[in-house]
């Protein structure tokens, strides 16, 4: 709290300096004279944190009583606001009439009055303390600045701010505790973002009310702008935040500008008339008094910017770069409001700079704040020929954020760089322009939708008469319309993303002005010839727009953007309601047009396969409801001859699917499709049974012509095409393939156009048989066990026939029965599960014989180093479509490792590849290791181990090959690639140490084990054989939690001999080195600090080492450790601790335990490691550290 201050006696008093000192204007706290706090006794100081308290404890007792505003009428007495800061935070007046009542206590008592509101803006910095204040008459600007010191007392724990807030110097005090509570600005809650706007509110009612009294005294503006000044330059965030964001006074003052233009246009006007009505050479009172009413509003708008000027050098330029975002926030809010009100004074390069420099901000608010406001400036042409210098300097900066990281932001930046393009001529660069139009093919939607906004105005703007003129008939809407659409199929054609129309539709969407939509007209564009030669499509602009035609219907079908661009919205009634007409108006048109546009392309593979996508969004009750059905007779027409016409796959596919749709059982529609179906499968099952026998029947096949073969491989297709979506089994075409399939296993000689579809459609028919046996099981009515074996016998021949297949001489035949053999596999693998047992005569499991060679298909057809050279040659085209095959094949295997078809153990062959292969296939093998880890984590992380120790043990072996060079082990590159593969699979283990502690844990043994163990090919005859290998692991020893590191270094102790101790130096023991210092959280690099902390570790017995000497001088034991016979015992018991079969946390030791805290087991055990096996307990040797369980069950 402020109190009032006491008058200054007449004499001063003096600092020890001899200068003139500042009069002390005591506080009054309850009752009692309060010192400078800077000079009083420890006794007083207690005091003053006693006080201090006190106004703590009472302002928390009023915000709990504020906080129940329905008590009864005592306790609303009791709440009754009465300072400044009580009646803004509980909101509960009008702000206009606090403002006013504020304003009468002035024009009483100024001091009084100021000293409340400066304690209004200290209490809603969140200050609970309390404010003193002293006067000062003559001290120097120096001695003055002496006095604003801001420290803090260790004693007392108290916090000391001085502030000059003329014609005082304040001193607020609060305890240090205070900060960490938050401010009321920031505070959550909807009480306190009620403040805030209040408080907001609170600053631009003062000004606004003050405008016609105060505002121009030169004492009120004065004290606020000292204060504010003193705020923003302190260390405490919260006196930073309020200060600056009472900037909102320059918004309010820009608004009494405002006002006062039309003040002084009135009073000049008043004026001009009475000195016209006044005689020439005189002047009366009246005349006089309008002429000072004049010079005094003229005056005013000087004294306010000037007020401007201070605010804004003591707040906004100390803290526009203030470390705290919501600070520079503010500032840059504020700064774009200013530009934009009062452009006369703010607009120009003095203050845009401040703007143009935050665009740099590291904050995404700050720069998203910054666009926002310059936008509001592009937006008036009026104000932008004062921003040339600008558009110079910061240009480049603006169209650099379109490619922000931030989607918001680079949407702003688009839509300012938009608004400079259409406003700011020759600004924007037509190179930059054409940068822009990229973004429609964008996956953030927003930011597609504005460059889409951009298109439109840039390539369909035209003169507004030519525009007029061009919608006055239907032949110049239709020659609009064409020249509309050639300047978007142009663009599109041009920019090569030939791919991507249904992104450039959903972008132009909103903003095409219904070009897209006015079926009427794009379709008659098609149909009809043009009237002249150069306006006639050529045949590439003809498909972009039957592409265009085919993303607007469905854009307009389904109502949501494209995949990858966002999910559905949710629409309104209305919205529902235009959507459904819209379909409606869309179905009938296509309805009548389509047949007659099938009918015009129907040799044009890729014009007729988008045209059949449109009929599957149609709204099909049109059909019956507007009495078109001899439409549909049409379309199914148009589709029998396509389907007759072409072997297509994707034609073939579409007609399928629209036969599916138009089958529907509940349509009114389904009789006449159906029978429409039917013949036209009889049609194709007759030709093909008449070319199988004729082709059987010459020579057993081998008579045939080739003519022969290509008609029959035609029908193939079309026939698989239509049993993917139907069930063909009545007419046994699954029978006849199955014999082509077997010719072609004994014989040979088919092409693969003819055998690539006879395995789908076998496969096809085979899982067709499934379905119906399922389908009779659900319907409570088995089948039969002879069904079931038949269906069996068919299965496995069909098996066989794609095992034999995988050699086949032909790369697509076999990677289609490989593809086809996984996906049958899958089915097997699951039958006779649950409650269909009836189905376990169908269950199938490969073999390891067959395992092996389908892993070893994988390695040839997809990891082949033959093929690699081969495709470097080939085009772009080429090798994305290799790379897609491969893709296939890869990820069919992987599936069936995910479903535990196959030993999860042979996907080693697999990661093996993973880093060479990254780019192309890293994203499936990635997925197969946290799938595999989902089923199984220890076996999945056997599997990351097993793989690094076979590419260790093959490096190794190129290593001894080529000793002659004299490399490191550990320096070559492959051993470099191994150990980068290692922090790979380290990272897929995640941030969730618990849950990965298992597998981490034997990855660990693992390979400490194998870093120990087999025969050393080193001079060095200590030196274990594959101890480079600690490098590898140790990249996964940051997965391990710290009392688990305890573990695997106790683990490690064990191999550790007295030999080794002895003779571990030099660079062969580096890996020792470096995987002690992952496990332990040194980074000691010096041998001796590493061999010295080595001679800590317990020493073995004597005895051990020539136990140790005796095994590797026996070759045929490999797999004995160093250690010896107390490596045995010990096994044992890492096994326990080190446990990777099962970890149950008992009492985790906190983390501030060190390795010298061990158990008491531990020690002991440590103590004895070189002991005989017999020395040891049988307690000791089951006995666990507290940090682990372990599950003796799974030993």
Same mark, same amino acid.
């Given at each position: ?37 800077? &000079? ?32 009864? %009428? ?84 108290? =916090? ?111 004026? $001009? ?9 005189? &002047? ?36 526009? *770069? ?21 452009? &006369? ?112 105005? *840039? ?129 009938? *048109? ?28 149609? &709204?099909?009750?049109?059909? +019956? ?46 009789? +006449? ?9 009889? $049609? ?7 070319? @199988? ?76 048989? @499934? ?24 299965? +496995? ?5 794609? %095992? ?20 049958? @596999? ?122 690094? =120790? ?47 502690? %298992? ?35 140790? $990249? ?115 983390? $501030? ?43």
């Amino acid at each position: 709290m402020i109190a009032e201050p006491s008058p200054a006696p007449d004499t001063s008093q003096k600092e020890s300096d001899g200068q003139e000192a500042a009069e002390p204007a005591s506080a009054v706290q309850n009752g009692g004279f309060v010192k400078n706090p800077c &000079n009083l006794t420890p006794k007083e100081r207690r005091k003053v944190q006693e006080q201090c308290d006190n106004v703590r404890k009472k302002n928390i007792s009023s915000r709990k009583r504020s906080s129940h505003p329905e008590s009864s %009428e005592d306790e609303v007495e009791e709440v009754e606001a009465v300072t400044l800061f009580e009646v803004v935070s509980l909101g509960k007046r009008a702000m206009q009439s606090v403002v006013d009542d504020w304003i009468e206590a002035y024009k009483e008592d100024r001091d009084l009055a100021l000293l409340d509101l400066i304690h209004f803006f200290i209490q809603c910095s969140g200050c609970q303390g309390m404010v003193t204040a002293e006067m000062y008459k003559s001290l120097h600007s120096s001695d003055i600045l002496k006095k604003m010191i801001e420290k803090f007392d260790e004693e007392t724990g108290l =916090q000391y701010k001085r502030i000059m807030a003329r014609p005082w110097i304040l001193t607020v005090t609060w305890p240090m505790e205070l900060e960490d509570e938050g401010y009321p600005i920031v505070k959550p809650g909807p009480h306190w973002k009620k403040f805030k706007a209040n408080f907001c509110e609170f600053t631009a009612v003062l000004i606004q009310q003050c405008q016609y009294s105060i505002l121009y005294d030169g004492y009120l503006m004065n004290t606020i702008t000292s204060l504010l000044s003193g705020l923003t330059g302190s260390v405490v965030r919260a006196f930073r935040h309020t200060s600056t964001l009472a900037v909102k006074l320059v918004t309010a003052l820009v608004s009494v500008i405002q006002n006062l233009d039309v003040s002084i246009h009135n009073a000049q006007q008043l004026y $001009e008339v009475e000195k016209n009505r006044t005689p020439e050479g005189e &002047n009366g009172p009246r005349l006089d008094e309008l002429d000072r009413k004049r010079k005094e509003c003229q005056q005013k708008p000087v004294e306010i910017e000037n007020m401007m000027n201070a605010l804004f050098k003591g707040t906004f330029v100390q803290r526009y *770069r203030d470390v705290i975002p919501e600070i520079r926030i503010v500032c840059i809010e504020e700064m774009g409001s200013w530009l934009k009100l009062y452009p &006369n004074m703010f607009l120009n390069d003095s203050y845009l700079k401040y703007l143009g420099w935050m665009l740099y901000d590291k904050q995404a608010e700050v720069r998203l704040k910054c666009l926002q406001g310059l936008r509001g400036l592009y937006e008036h042409k009026e104000l932008i020929f004062k921003m040339g210098l600008f558009n110079t300097r910061f240009k480049s900066r603006i169209v650099s954020m379109t490619t922000d990281k931030e989607p918001e932001v680079a949407v702003e930046a688009m839509k300012l760089v938009m608004l400079m393009v259409l406003h700011c001529e020759n600004t924007v660069s037509s190179e930059e322009c054409e940068a822009m139009y990229h973004f429609v093919y964008a996956t953030y939607r927003p930011l597609a939708v504005v460059a889409g906004e951009l298109l439109c105005k *840039r390539l369909f703007c035209l003169p507004q008469g030519e525009e007029d003129a061009s919608h006055s008939k239907k032949k110049n809407k239709l020659v609009y319309s064409l020249g509309r659409l050639k300047k978007l199929i142009t663009f599109f054609l041009s920019h090569g993303f030939h791919k991507h129309v249904t992104y450039l539709v959903d972008s132009l969407w909103d903003w095409e002005d219904g070009l897209l939509r006015d079926w009427e007209c794009l379709t008659n564009l098609l149909r009809d010839k043009p009237m002249r030669k150069e306006e006639a499509f050529t045949d590439a602009q003809e498909s972009v727009l039957v592409e265009i035609i085919a993303a607007a219907v469905r854009q307009t079908a389904e109502g949501h953007p494209p995949v990858g661009r966002g999910g559905r919205k949710t629409l309104s009634a209305k919205e529902k309601r235009v959507h459904v007409e819209e379909c409606i108006r869309m179905t009938e *048109r296509f309805i009548v047009v389509l047949p007659e546009l099938l009918a015009k392309y129907s040799s044009d593979i890729e014009k007729v396969t988008n045209f059949l996508q449109i009929p599957q969004y149609y &709204n099909l009750n049109v059909y +019956v409801a507007g009495r078109l059905e001899k439409y549909l007779d049409a379309l199914l027409k148009e589709m029998k001859e396509l389907v007759h016409r072409h072997t297509d796959l994707n034609i073939l596919e579409a007609c399928s699917k629209i036969y599916g749709i138009l089958s529907d059982d509940q349509l009114t529609l389904h009789p +006449v499709v159906s029978v429409a179906l039917h013949q036209l499968i009889d $049609e194709m099952a007759k030709d093909f049974s008449h070319l @199988l026998d004729e082709f059987f029947q010459e020579e057993e096949g081998f008579g045939v012509s080739e003519e022969h073969i290509i008609r029959m491989s035609c029908i193939l297709k079309r026939l698989t095409a239509f049993h993917n979506a139907h069930d063909l089994t009545s007419w046994h075409i699954g029978d006849r393939t199955l014999k082509i399939l077997n010719f072609e296993k004994e014989n040979g000689g088919l092409p693969a156009e003819t055998l690539i579809p006879a395995l789908e459609c076998s496969y096809f028919a085979l899982l067709w048989k @499934l379905e119906l046996a399922t389908e009779s099981l659900v319907a409570e009515k088995p089948p039969t066990q002879e069904s079931l074996s038949e269906l069996n016998e068919q299965m +496995v021949c069909f098996r066989l026939i794609c %095992e034999a297949y995988l050699n086949h001489h032909n790369k697509d035949v076999s990677e289609k029965a490989f593809i086809l053999l996984c996906d049958l @596999l899958i089915v097997l693998s699951h039958q006779g599960v649950d409650k269909d047992e009836d189905f376990s005569v169908l269950k199938f499991l490969p073999d390891h014989d067959l395992q092996s060679r389908m892993i070893e298909f994988v390695k040839d057809h997809v990891f082949g180093e033959n093929s690699l050279p081969e495709e470097m040659n080939r085009e772009e085209a080429h090798r994305l479509e290799s790379i897609y095959k491969k893709r296939i094949v890869l990820a069919e295997y992987c599936k069936l490792i995910a479903y535990n078809v196959v030993e999860m153990m042979t996907a080693v062959e697999i990661y093996k590849h993973y880093m060479q292969t990254y780019h192309d296939f890293g994203d499936i093998i990635k997925e197969t290791i946290n799938r595999t880890r989902h089923n199984n984590r220890i076996e999945s992380a056997r599997t990351l181990i097993v793989c690094l =120790q076979e590419l260790y043990q093959n490096h190794m072996a190129t290593y001894c090959n080529n000793n002659s060079r004299k490399k490191q082990i550990d320096s070559s590159a492959s051993f470099a690639s191994i150990k980068e593969l290692a922090r790979r699979f380290s990272l897929t283990f995640g941030w969730d140490q618990m849950n990965s502690r %298992e597998s981490i844990a034997m990855i660990h043994k693992e390979g400490i084990d194998f870093a120990f163990h087999g025969n050393s090919q080193d001079i060095d005859y200590y030196l274990p054989p594959n101890l480079t290998f600690l490098a590898i692991i140790s $990249e996964f020893s940051n997965k391990l939690l710290k009392p688990d590191k305890k573990l695997v270094y106790y683990y490690l102790q064990e191999f550790v001999t007295d030999h080794m101790l002895l003779t571990c130096k030099g660079e062969k023991w580096h890996p020792l080195y470096c995987y002690r210092s992952s496990l332990i959280g040194t980074d000691d690099d010096a041998e001796s600090t590493i061999a010295s902390s080595f001679r800590e570790w317990p020493p073995a017995d004597r005895s051990k080492v020539f136990a140790t000497k005796r095994k590797f001088s026996d070759e045929s034991i490999v797999d004995i450790s160093l250690p010896g016979s107390s490596r045995q015992t010990m096994d044992l018991q890492s096994d326990s601790h080190l446990s990777y079969f099962s970890w149950k946390s008992k009492t985790v030791t906190s983390e $501030e335990n060190t390795l010298d805290e061990l158990d008491p087991a531990v020690q002991d055990t440590s103590s004895r490691m070189g002991d005989s096996p017999e020395s040891l307990s049988e307690e000791q040797t089951e006995d666990d550290i507290d940090v682990v369980e372990t599950d003796e069950g799974n030993l």
